[in-house]
Structures are given as structure tokens and as C-alpha cells.
Nanobody, 124 residues
Framework: QVQLVESGGGSVQAGGSLRLSCAAS????????MGWFRQAPGKEREGVAS???????SYADSVKGRFTISQDNAKNTLYLQMNSLKPEDTAMYYC??????????????????WGQGTQVTVSS
């Protein structure tokens, strides 16, 4: 059973940085994608960034140049480094995983496995 546990959220002022982590366990597929998604109050969930088993990455236009997704396979951990944070980045951030590679490289795909989320709040 796939389990995803996020950590690293919090409150920060605009221009600051945060790093989210997602500890993954329970899946053994050699091809996969992992991604970060977010949902702000009253808004639809949106894809932020994804990375696949070949370390290819995708980013939403709104975070390009500010956010970096990475993974440590030895630790089975996914990261999202968020720099130059803006108030509009405020949302619940979710880690997700899917084995439908290469389809899962698209941030539009509804991933199969989800974590519980971690809150990020950016104040102006």
C-alpha cells in the first residue's frame, strides 16, 4: 500500500523560502511520477511540479524559476524547494504519486496516490 507523508509547511513572509518533503513508501514500480499539487480556499486544485523516474521535471508556469522539485531515491523522499514565495502561493500542498508513466508527467493527470497535505501560508 502506497503511503505519502508530507512535512515542511509553515508560515513565511513574502520573498521567503520553504522546503517541503514527502516520504514515500509501499510502491515498487520502476517507472513512476511524483508531484506536488496545491489547493487554495475556494480554488481548484492545481499541479505545481512533477518529476518522473528518469528525473524529468515539469512545472506550472506560475512557479517556474522559483520552485524546484527533486527526489532522493535512497531516502524515498520527494522535495519541493520554494523560493521567492508570494502571497498567492498560499495553499494546502499535497504530494502525489502515480505509476502511469509517461502519462503522469502531465500536471493535468489526476494522480492515484495522495498524501494528507501540508499548509503553506505566505504573508505580505
Amino acid at each position: 500500500q502506497v503511503q505519502l507523508v508530507e512535512s515542511g509547511g509553515g508560515s513565511v513572509q513574502a520573498g521567503g523560502s520553504l522546503r517541503l518533503s514527502c516520504a514515500a513508501s509501499g510502491y515498487t514500480s520502476s517507472t513512476y511520477c511524483m508531484g506536488w499539487f496545491r489547493q487554495a480556499p475556494g480554488k481548484e486544485r492545481e499541479g505545481v511540479a512533477s518529476i518522473d523516474s528518469y528525473d524529468s521535471t515539469s512545472y506550472a508556469d506560475s512557479v517556474k524559476g522559483r520552485f524546484t522539485i527533486s527526489q532522493d531515491n535512497a531516502k524515498n523522499t520527494l522535495y519541493l524547494q520554494m523560493n521567492s514565495l508570494k502571497p498567492e502561493d498560499t495553499a494546502m500542498y499535497y504530494c502525489a504519486a502515480d505509476t502511469r508513466w509517461p502519462l503522469c508527467s502531465s500536471l493535468l493527470l489526476v494522480y492515484k496516490y495522495w498524501g494528507q497535505g501540508t499548509q503553506v501560508t505566505v504573508s505580505s
